[in-house]
């Protein structure tokens, strides 16, 4: 009965109507590498919060950050990358999320080399996974590592 008298609310008041689209948010697209930028204000927003929380990788000069959604809701991750002769593809990636607490930390124990990060899909067990340069890494203990399955 709800649905119908909400239903008619809407169609009766425009404005009610735009107002309920205009607050609904797209569910974030997964399998797509997460494109990242090294300069600007998301750059600058990552550097701020590696510098504040002592976040190595991303607190490299040349480090750059891009932006996405790992789980269903409002919480947001930063992925990070930055150049480095450790390893052979010339990249090593971080991803960052925030607590509820409001601190920020790195799902995986260390970065990795790597070049590319996307987030799904989900494991049996209907967790968001990461897959990174096509490898998926699922979450154990405090750290996302390599799935076995």
Same mark, same amino acid.
């Given at each position: 009965m709800r649905v119908v008298i909400l239903a008619a609310a809407l169609a009766?008041?425009?404005?009610?109507?735009?107002?309920?689209?205009?607050?609904?948010?797209?569910m974030t697209p997964r399998g797509v590498p997460i494109a990242t930028q090294c /300069? !600007?204000? *998301?750059a600058a927003k990552g550097h701020k919060i590696a510098?504040?929380?002592?976040?190595?990788?991303?607190?490299?000069?040349?480090?750059?950050?891009? /932006? !996405?959604? *790992?789980?269903?809701?409002?919480?947001?991750q930063l992925v990070v990358t930055a150049p480095s002769k450790a390893c052979p593809g010339?990249?090593?990636l971080d991803v960052y999320e925030q607590a509820r607490s409001g601190t920020w930390g790195s799902l995986l124990e260390k970065p990795l080399c790597a070049a590319s990060v996307s987030f799904g899909p989900k494991n049996p067990w209907g967790a968001w996974m990461l897959t990174i340069d096509g490898r998926h890494y699922?979450?154990?203990?405090?750290?996302y590592t390599p799935a076995t399955y």
């Open positions: 009766a008041c425009p404005a009610l109507s735009f107002a309920a689209t205009a607050t609904a948010t797209a /300069q !600007g204000p *998301l510098r504040d929380f002592d976040l190595a990788l991303g607190q490299d000069p040349a480090a750059c950050f891009g /932006q !996405g959604h *790992l789980y269903d809701g409002n919480s947001n010339g990249t090593m699922d979450q154990r203990g405090a750290y």
